[in-house]
């Protein structure tokens, strides 16, 4: 296999290890690219230099590696540091070559951060979080706007097993575990003729995902709510629901929302949306706002089932294999 090599790793003097990552992934069957790392605890390693040609994965991100530590599978952690990378087309040739490479190591000299070149025409560049690129980008987007490079970021793909190891407790990946599911209407509208585009609907804002409010004729009136399931383990499922309450009831809580008293409001309901694999379609709810800049929570039941679905601590499994799409 052909190895895409780095001579001079940003982070030379405390790196420890070597380890390949495929690059098949990307479009590049044969080719693998051989990245300096440092061995941390619980056999995970931190990435010592710039990728070259591996997307998802920047300088200081964790990942994991097989048994052997030879070949990289995962990527545990996110830096917060970006990868942009630019290349001069082997189509261009004699002086420009220097020209395009000097005009961007200026620009990288002049923002104050780490590079690695890849010979004369491959650069990769280290963007921590708290610097602004927007000059750096200005250059190699004139270059390129001048036929005379190519550039990326190295997120603009991920990375297979990005933050996405197997969970060993039910076998779904580990991103799954945390999520938002939101469903874009309620159930009784999915009922009335027309739906959401029925004479006389009236929506919050212009589209209803968009939306926290609607009434629609036939259906009634809802607002969104979040309910919160806990998984063992720490983890959550937050599903985006609507709830159906008392249409004389819509203007004040209207009224409320934007306004001081929103951190006060409660609303009482039914749920309108089945929650997997429970079904509670109707079941009532209480739904409270623990933080002013987000959506109320259902927080409370008088329906047993629904009240343990909101407070018990749930398997993985029992969740995360019936999830709505």
Known sequence: ??????????????????????????????????????????????????????????????????????????????????????????????????????????????????????????????????????DLVNVVQDEENAGRVVWEWADSQRFATLLSPECPTCGNEMDAHDRHVRFLLPEPVLAVSGQENAPGTWLSHSTPHESVMMQVPGAGAFVRALLPIKLEQGHAITYGVWLAIDPSKLQSVFAAWWSPEYKDLKITGFLANSIPPWGMLGSPVEAIVRDPDETPYCDRSSDPQLNRVLHDEWPHDVVLNTQAE
């Open 1 to 134: 296999m052909e190895l895409v090599r780095h001579n001079d790793p940003a982070w030379r003097a405390k790196s420890d290890h070597i380890a390949h990552v495929s690059l098949e992934q990307f479009g590049f069957p044969g080719l693998a690219e051989q990245l300096w790392l440092k061995k941390l605890e619980n056999a995970t390693y931190q990435v010592c230099c710039i990728p070259f040609r591996a997307y998802g994965m920047a300088l200081g991100d964790i990942v994991d590696t097989t048994p052997d530590g030879a070949t990289i599978i995962a990527l545990k952690k996110l830096s917060g540091h970006r990868a942009l990378r630019a290349f001069i087309p082997m189509t261009i040739s004699g002086g420009v070559v220097e020209k395009s490479s000097s005009r961007i190591n200026e620009a990288i000299s002049t923002l104050g951060v780490l590079r690695e070149w890849s010979g004369s025409r491959h650069v990769a560049v280290d963007i921590p979080p708290d610097v602004d690129p927007v």
